[in-house]
């Protein structure tokens, strides 16, 4: 149990378009979702938190209007990367914390999404 | 400011001996601390984790110790085996803050030999 999917794993897009990475929890339901970036050689860098039916929740630094978050349901988040340029091409990893009725520090990550920015 | 970190960026070890794997941390707030398994193009996974108020949890071949004082935790892999082959990540969360986040070292690639 506690899978969760990223979809696509990896993209190619040009400079300027956006592009929308799916993140699913396939078997439990997750009021909250994280959103990594990772660079080669480097940690996970946490850009967002995202609840479900609110708002998400930015990392200093992260900028909101360009990394747009949506949490429309218990097994479903999305992140859209608006306008993207070539700094924005890394690996984007989502994690899940299942809802079990009271906080928890367990996170169920997905697999990752390459983006490639040309 | 790196508030986890693991200093080692990588280690080899020979199968069958015991892999330590450290990490330090700087935020004393910090109250829980997980290791996850990490290989290229995939997601982390995880292995094992520990409350502030032990200092030690055991799974299998799979120990961390916790020393608090010295903000210091370990992961030992005894024995370890060419499988165990990965990027290991130290992560530290805090109770007090929201959503209980985690703060992740740059992680340590370790590899067995057969």
């Known amino acids: 149990g506690a899978v969760v999917s990223q979809h696509p794993s990896w993209v190619i897009c040009k400079s300027g378009t956006s592009v929308k990475i799916e993140c699913r929890s396939l078997d439990f339901q997750a009021t909250t979702m994280f959103w990594y970036r990772q660079f080669p050689k480097q940690s996970l860098m946490l850009m967002a938190t995202s609840n479900e039916g609110s708002k998400a929740t930015y990392e200093q630094g992260v900028e909101k209007d360009k990394f747009l978050i949506n949490h429309a349901s218990l097994t479903l988040s999305t992140l859209t990367v608006t306008s993207a340029h070539p700094e924005d091409s890394s690996f984007y990893i989502c994690?899940?914390?299942?809802?079990?009725?009271?906080?928890?520090?367990?996170?169920?990550f997905g697999p990752g999404t390459r983006l490639t920015v040309t | 400011d790196q508030q986890v970190k693991q200093n080692s960026p990588s280690l080899s070890v020979q199968e069958g001996r015991i892999s330590i794997l450290n990490c330090d941390y700087t935020n004393s707030m910090f109250d829980y601390f997980l290791w996850y398994k990490k290989y290229p193009a995939e997601g982390p996974t995880f292995l094992i984790s520990?409350?502030?108020?032990?200092d030690k949890n055991e799974d299998g071949r799979f120990t961390v110790f916790l020393n608090k004082s010295a903000k210091h935790l370990s992961l030992h892999i005894v024995p370890s085996q060419p499988g165990d082959s990965a990027v290991y990540f130290c992560a530290a969360s805090s109770s007090g803050g929201s959503n209980y986040k985690l703060t992740f070292g740059k992680g340590t690639l370790l590899t067995v030999n057969p």
């Open positions: 994690s899940a914390n299942p809802f079990r009725g009271r906080p928890s520090y367990e996170q169920y």
């Open positions: 520990i409350s502030s108020i032990k």
